[in-house]
T-cell receptor
Framework: SQQGEEDPQALSIQEGENATMNCSYK?????LQWYRQNSGRGLVHLIL?????REKHSGRLRVTLDTSKKSSSLLITASRAADTASYFC????????????FGPGTSLSVIP | DTGVSQDPRHKITKRGQNVTFRCDPI?????LYWYRQTLGQGPEFLTY????????KSRLLSDRFSAERPKGSFSTLEIQRTEQGDSAMYLC??????????????FGAGTRLSVL
């Protein structure tokens, strides 16, 4: 089974609202990343948070990491129609240092 | 464009045929990854290279799949005797090992394979 699991599977919000997506994982990690994928395209890296960090910001993105609960959240503030995409968390397990494992993703729709 | 490029973007083939995809990574990147993605799922790891060495191959990858990275530059992924279950998006990504951000991967747009 995949290391990471995002929740919810799908999310629909109005433009201007905040969107929160969660990721849970199973084994200890070195770091956790979030990627975005627009329909039919490749993935784009958004943010990386290391296992010794608890929160990180990048523009309208805020990522938190709770290693005790093995979970992370991605918050997108003041959403825009252009944020419509699938969002994936990717974990770098301590047992497999050289590759990342992706979850099934959250599909976000931002309605103008 | 100095990003990761994949060719072709789309491939339609008949069951039983062989197909080959190409990936050109970002030039200074020494790591190259192949993933398979089906609708509604995240990318599934297939294999990866550091320079020309293939370091890991997924147990999910059958003997019909083979990948090469001659001279540590571009890579090819070949699927022999394609089956309908091989229909998916095949993604390539590259990264720079040895950097602080070595796990950050840069993806190509993918090759969408349809097996009829």
């Amino acid at each position: 089974s995949q290391q990471g699991e995002e929740d919810p599977q799908a999310l629909s919000i109005q433009e201007g609202e905040n969107a929160t997506m969660n990721c849970s994982y199973k084994t200890s990690i070195n770091n956790l990343q979030w990627y975005r994928q627009n329909s039919g395209r490749g993935l784009v890296h958004l943010i990386l948070i290391r296992s010794n960090e608890r929160e990180k910001h990048s523009g309208r993105l805020r990522v938190t990491l709770d290693t005790s609960k093995k979970s992370s959240s991605l918050l997108i503030t003041a959403s825009r129609a252009a944020d419509t995409a699938s969002y994936f968390c990717a974990t770098d397990p301590k047992t497999s240092y050289d590759k990342v494992i992706f979850g099934p993703g959250t599909s976000l729709s931002v309605i103008p | 464009d100095t990003g990761v490029s994949q060719d072709p973007r789309h491939k339609i083939t008949k069951r039983g045929q062989n197909v080959t995809f190409r990936c050109d990574p970002i030039s200074e990147h020494n790591r190259l990854y192949w993933y398979r993605q089906t609708l509604g799922q995240g990318p599934e790891f297939l294999t990866y290279f550091q320079n020309e060495a293939q370091l890991e191959k997924s147990r999910l990858l059958s003997d019909r799949f083979s990948a090469e990275r001659p001279k540590g530059s571009f890579s090819t992924l070949e699927i022999q005797r394609t089956e309908q279950g091989d229909s998916a998006m095949y993604l390539c990504a590259s990264s720079l090992a040895g950097s602080l951000a070595k796990n950050i991967q840069y993806f190509g747009a993918g090759t969408r394979l349809s097996v009829l």
